[in-house]
């Protein structure tokens, strides 16, 4: 499988087109946004940012890093790859966007050799230190740093977008994305790290699974349920998957010293994989 970064950037100050030169991207009315030397670029204006570094911390991105690294959540990424590549025709190219793509984790798995489908890889975040970290690991894929409330891309450019434990914006995803593209998002399920949640917290509610209604400008093509047990042995991995989540700031000094003492812990994943296609404006 062939795999290149995809280049149909917009200028996040003004939507114009952007074109490279050299290390710089410039649209026409004048703005330039450097390439940094790990091969991403900065999209996000700083009028634009609510806080000095928003998203996630350095530390938060390597607890991420090690814990996907180490395979725990193989499963969801095989999943979304194939949801990502279903119903593509040989020899076909696939622009594809990662919004929220953290530290790049399944857009790597997604350009492992797959078949004779040509990608153009995108991850977007609105972390410098998650972009800085997939940056460095994937050169085959372009890197941004922006915001999904106004994503740096052209209009109807992207043939697969992925909003993984994410924030969706959908008439965002809707302007960016090509009729026919597919829209693949995963959410978290009901009992989602249940075990974790329970020592970390007073209390867990027992929420009913609900099913997100279907985005304007979208229709629904698939839904499939993944639910499986990790085996965590040792302090460190579990205190990287207590790092990597919400979980980490919401719970109290107590709760997180509940888990700090823990040696081994059996969780579950459940997540749900939502498919929705774009519909064609002209029908």
Known sequence: MNT???????????????QREN?????????SFDIARQGYVNLLPVQKKRSKEPGD????????QRFLEAGYYRPIADAVSAAILNGAARGSELSCLDAGCGEGYYLRQLASPNGEISLSLLGLDISKWAVLAAARREKRAGWVVGSNANLPVLPASVDRLLCLFG????????????????LVQVDAGQDHL?????????????????????????????????RFTVHLEGAEPIADLLAMTPHLYRASAEGRARAAALKTLSVTVDVCLQTFERYNPAG
């Open 4 to 18: 290149t970064s995809f280049e149909s950037l917009a200028c996040p100050l003004d939507g114009n087109p952007l």
């Open 23 to 31: 290390k710089v991207w410039r649209c026409p009315q004048g703005h």
């Open 57 to 64: 911390s350095k530390a938060m991105v390597a607890a991420r």
């Open 167 to 182: 924030f969706p914006v959908y008439p965002e995803f809707a302007r960016v994305m090509r009729p026919g593209g597919r």
């Open 194 to 226: 249940r075990e974790l949640r329970e020592i970390v917290y007073p209390e867990v509610r027992a929420d009913s699974r609900k099913v997100a209604p279907v985005p304007e400008g979208f229709r629904r093509i698939g839904t499939q349920d993944l």
